[in-house]
């Protein structure tokens, strides 16, 4: 089982960034690929980006591709989400997931049924 912590959120105006951290606890990190959700109020969890175990595969949702960057550390135990050109409509709670059914190559862009486990979310605002 791993527990996941996210970090890395707060208010910013439109057009600028944040980069969002979640720390896995555990020695096995590696063997979890890694994905972003955010969850705006009154809408469904919704798939941010996907990142395969071994950081060498990434996906993103349509509209965050170009935006948006994830990445690993698994040194670090650490998944990352680069958010650039922010716009009001990105503001929600963000939340980073665990898979621990994914192979080693597939970076899971599917949706919630993917993954295992969950942090507890970090509010990301973006003011106009």
């Known amino acids: 089982q791993v527990q996941l912590v996210e970090s890395g959120g707060g208010l910013v105006q439109a057009g600028g960034s944040l980069r969002l951290s979640c720390a896995a606890s555990?020695?096995?990190?590696?063997?979890?690929?890694m994905g972003w959700f955010r969850q705006a109020p009154g809408k469904e969890r919704d798939v941010v980006a996907a990142?395969?175990?071994?950081?060498?595969?990434?996906r993103y949702a349509d509209s965050m591709e170009g935006r948006f960057t994830i990445s690993r550390d698994n040194a670090k135990n650490t998944v990352y989400l680069q958010m650039n050109s922010l716009k009001p409509e990105d503001t929600a709670v963000y939340y980073c997931?665990?898979?621990?059914?994914?192979?080693?190559?597939?970076?899971?862009?599917?949706?919630?049924?993917?993954?295992?486990?969950w942090g507890q979310g970090t509010q990301v605002t973006v003011s106009s």
């Open positions: 997931a665990a898979s621990d059914r994914a192979s080693y190559y597939y970076a899971p862009i599917g949706g919630e049924y993917e993954y295992d486990y």
């Open positions: 555990g020695r096995t990190f590696d063997r979890y690929a």
């Open positions: 990142i395969s175990r071994s950081g060498g595969s990434t």
